[in-house]
């Protein structure tokens, strides 16, 4: 079975810093998709970045960077000149390519971009 | 915009009680997901719905069901709240049009069994 671990449950950055949240899975698989979610304090859970396994070069969104290690299964996102909306709940997920759609997710990091 | 709309926010409801959770999305997305959702464990699978009165079930599914009649509606039922069912739901949608389709989320539902 699949797993997803974030050994941080709670995080701090001082604004206009960088931070990265770090992210580690299991899976007997090579094909897959790796996600990024964010949960504001308002609740909405919102797709910051998607990483497709087969995929060496690592996927960017503006301020939002991972790096991707596959043979390691690792998946860490990095946050470039965090701002004080960057606080949140961040959770790591997993999809295998097959017909589940089904998210595994991770136990979640807490950010605190502090101003 | 994909849109999830969940019904409540908050909800409160008496252990027995049969509730209802309701979720509707207006992308005309295939697949719709509960989750609940409690600190220190993330998210888990509790049902999910590939097609209209299709269903599976997640990884907790105990204690729950789930109705799907139209594309864009999916509920989630549970049949006799008890106390450990008190925690936040999050309903979530996704095409199944190619792999790798993000899921979009509602705003979740914090439900309090007393």
């Known amino acids: 079975a699949q797993t997803v671990t974030q050994s941080q449950p709670e995080m701090s950055v001082q604004e206009a810093e960088t931070v990265t949240l770090s992210c580690t899975y299991d899976t007997s698989e090579n094909n897959y998709y790796l996600f990024w979610y964010k949960q504001p304090p308002s609740r909405q859970m919102i797709l910051v970045i998607r990483q497709e396994a087969y995929k060496q070069q690592n996927a960017t969104e503006n301020r939002f960077s991972v790096n991707f290690q596959k043979a390691a299964k690792s998946f860490s996102l990095k946050i470039s000149d965090s701002q004080l909306g960057d606080t949140a709940m961040y959770f790591c997920?997993?999809?295998?390519?097959?017909?589940?759609?089904?998210?595994?997710f991770g136990s979640g990091t807490r950010l605190l971009v502090r101003p | 915009d994909v849109k999830v709309t969940q019904s409540s926010r908050y909800l409160v409801k008496r252990t027995g009680e049969k509730v209802f959770l309701e979720c509707v999305q207006d992308m005309d997305h295939e697949n719709m997901f509960w989750y609940r959702q409690d600190p220190g464990l993330g998210l888990r699978l509790i049902y999910f719905s590939y097609d209209v009165k299709m269903k599976e079930k997640g990884d907790i599914p105990e204690g729950y069901s789930v109705s799907r009649e139209k594309k864009e509606r999916f509920s989630l039922i549970l049949e006799s709240a008890s106390t450990n069912q008190t925690s936040m739901y999050l309903c979530?949608?996704?095409?199944?049009?190619?792999?790798?389709?993000?899921?979009?989320f509602g705003d979740g539902t914090r439900l309090s069994i007393l």
């Open positions: 997920a997993f999809m295998m390519m097959d017909s589940s759609y089904k998210l595994i």
């Open positions: 979530a949608s996704s095409l199944s049009r190619g792999v790798g389709q993000p899921q979009h």
